[in-house]
């Protein structure tokens, strides 16, 4: 399906039936409605996820990738195309699909770290309340929150909201983790700790993600397959490997950073170009 | 990485007129900061108190409660208005002789079935409204419509309908909580972020596990708010009532009891049965919904007011 088969060989070491998709995306438009318009958030856009992908959506702001993530999470129907989870179709939200947002409200106030990991694990993955929380301590503990766990989100910082919202997905143990540039939010510093700490927890456990971001530093630290969008509306603009490392792209024989970088731009610097040859 | 201190060779970031920086770079180790020293001074006892909001309250109370008594002694007019102590020992009297208990006991009991059935009410009606744009309005147009409306001036229609009893009060106790409970809780229901939602959806609970588990409390600020301004206006609204026509089924309940003293000019008793009503509601504000605000949106950090 996909024409760029000529990634690098250093890729997904963990994939062992490199084939299946895990999740496919296929023609898939969006269109969101406004009070005063329809507007197309994302236009014919595929894609494959397989297993233990570190799949990133990276696009300027309008290019419809968190409209993309909301449509995987089943909160948005596609007007056409499909999207596959393990071959079903994607009709409503559940918790194979678990979210992470940026918004420090996604923990519910009115329970404390370990009761929000409990509640989704007894509500989404219906476990017993034994299991539920043998399960919540550990991943708790394994984000460094052990410390915290009867404390309420009110009283913890961002980026510690952060890392229990990752406990709480990752306890769930989802087909999918979707995260919605969940680290947007936090500052410089506190950013850079929890990408290195994403990365290590996916050492642990392998899990599959697919992650939106705009930065293209985070992109080329978490992922390991980049898809860039266009913006107005959405559409897929280039799918590129990459090792962890900023190193030369073979299909672009630049630097990963800067081959993104370009493909990005020259999108802007056309349509500035073709807005001046309107104007003119 | 991203380049180190470029030394003292002209550049970008050299001294000025190229002459090298007097200060040096270096690493540090920390010291360790166990030992340093603490310093707090305890601030002076009034200060203490003053810092406390129960402090603060029992003093207005005491200053309210001297000039009452100085005021009444000064006016000397007991049919008019009675000293604190004269009311006090009414209390005391009527509490003893078991009237005053009797006559609470009354209006509580009406007062919780009225209370309850409206907060009951008012949730069906959030819920609803929640669930379809259709409902909204239908909340919207009825509460813009009754909740304007006092409920005791629906007193002589419950009568005619309910007769002379304790459901025409229940009936208009209902329609003083009813709108201002749901209105409260739709409005909370309405402010619960899009986020929550979806966290709520992503576990896949939808319909009433939602509604139940998820908008409940997270819109619990705002509904703990209206169930405030519902028992104040419950309570008020049944006091009116029992004084327009509180002997109902031969024993009437507070209102009824002010009504009566008023009739035989016991003023003390009148201001007792007065001085009841608030002391009941001042129970009520801090005892109960003090409570509850502190185990809840208090602990939960989701307290926007005060």
């Known amino acids: 399906m996909s024409d760029l088969d000529t990634e690098p060989p250093t890729h997904n070491p963990g994939a062992s039936e490199p084939t299946a998709s895990l999740l496919e995306v296929r023609g898939v438009t969006l269109q969101y409605k406004t009070p005063e318009a329809l507007v197309t958030a994302v236009y014919r856009v595929d894609f494959d996820i397989v297993r233990s992908d570190r799949y990133v959506l990276l696009g300027p702001s309008g290019c419809g990738k968190s409209t993309l993530l909301k449509a995987v999470g089943g ?21 194979d699909r678990v979210m992470v947002f940026q918004e420090f409200d996604q923990l519910l106030p009115w329970k404390t770290v370990k009761q929000n990991v409990v509640f989704a694990l007894r509500a989404g993955a219906r476990l017993g309340a034994k299991e539920a929380n043998e399960k919540a301590l550990h991943c708790i503990d394994k984000v460094g929150l052990a410390g915290f766990a009867d404390v309420y989100p009110h009283m913890l910082s961002g980026g510690m909201k952060a890392r229990v919202a990752i406990a709480r997905g990752m306890a769930m ?5 979707l995260m919605d540039e969940p680290f947007a939010a936090l500052d410089a ?8 700490d994403l990365l290590a927890l996916w050492d642990d456990t392998r899990f599959t993600v697919l992650f939106v971001t705009h930065s293209i530093a985070e992109a080329v630290t978490i992922g390991s397959r980049i898809l860039l969008l266009s913006a107005h509306p959405g559409q897929v603009k280039a799918e590129l490997g990459c090792s962890g490392r900023d190193e030369i792209h073979p299909l672009t024989g630049a630097k990963l950073s800067d081959s993104i970088h370009r493909l990005l731009f020259e999108d802007i610097r056309e349509e500035r170009e073709e807005a001046g040859n309107e104007l003119a | 990485m991203s380049s180190p201190s470029r030394g003292p060779q002209p550049g970008r970031n050299a001294g000025q007129d190229g002459r090298a920086d007097f200060r040096k770079d270096f690493i540090r180790d920390l010291v360790d900061a166990a030992g340093a020293p603490v310093v707090v001074m305890p601030l002076p006892a009034w200060e203490r108190l003053y810092n406390s909001a129960t402090a603060r309250k029992i003093f ?10 100085a005021y009444a002694r000064w006016l000397d007019n007991p049919l008019l208005f009675p000293t604190l102590g004269a009311t006090l020992a009414a209390l005391r009297d009527g509490m003893i002789g078991g009237e005053l208990p009797a006559r609470i006991s009354v209006s509580i009991g009406v007062l919780l079935v009225g209370y309850g059935a409206g907060v009951v009410l008012a949730f069906a009606f959030a819920v609803v409204a929640i669930t379809s744009r259709l409902g909204t309005d239908v909340l919207e147009t009825l509460t813009a419509m009754f909740n304007p409306l006092p409920a005791i001036a629906l007193l002589p229609l419950a009568l005619l309908w309910f007769g002379l009893g304790n ?9 003083s909580v009813l709108w201002a409970v749901a209105l409260n809780a739709h409005a909370g229901f309405r402010a619960v972020s899009e986020i929550t939602r979806m966290v709520g959806r992503n576990y896949g609970l939808a319909g009433i596990a939602l509604v139940w588990q998820i908008l409940l409390p997270a819109a619990f600020p705002s509904i703990l708010a209206g169930l405030k301004i519902g028992w104040a206006f419950a309570w008020r609204t049944l006091i009116a009532a029992e004084l327009v026509f509180g002997a109902t089924s031969g024993s009437g309940g507070l209102g009824w009891y002010i009504y009566e003293n ?38 939960w950090g989701m307290q926007s007011y005060g």
Do not use: C
């Open chain 1, 189 to 196: 510093l506190t950013r850079r700790n929890m990408q290195d």
């Open chain 2, 167 to 175: 459901a025409s009060i229940v009936f208009v106790l209902i329609h």
């Open chain 1, 173 to 177: 143990e989802p087909d999918i983790l």
């Open chain 2, 60 to 69: 207005i109370i005491v200053v309210l409660a001297l000039g009452w008594e």
């Open chain 1, 75 to 95: 909160y948005i129907r596609p007007i056409e195309g499909r999207i596959t989870l393990n071959g079903r179709e994607i009709t409503r939200p559940g918790p």
């Open chain 2, 262 to 299: 008023k009739n035989q000019i016991e003023i003390p008793n009148v201001f007792a049965g007065l001085l009841t009503v608030i002391l009941i509601g001042l129970a009520v504000e801090n005892l109960i919904f003090g409570t509850v605000e502190r185990r809840t949106v208090r602990r």
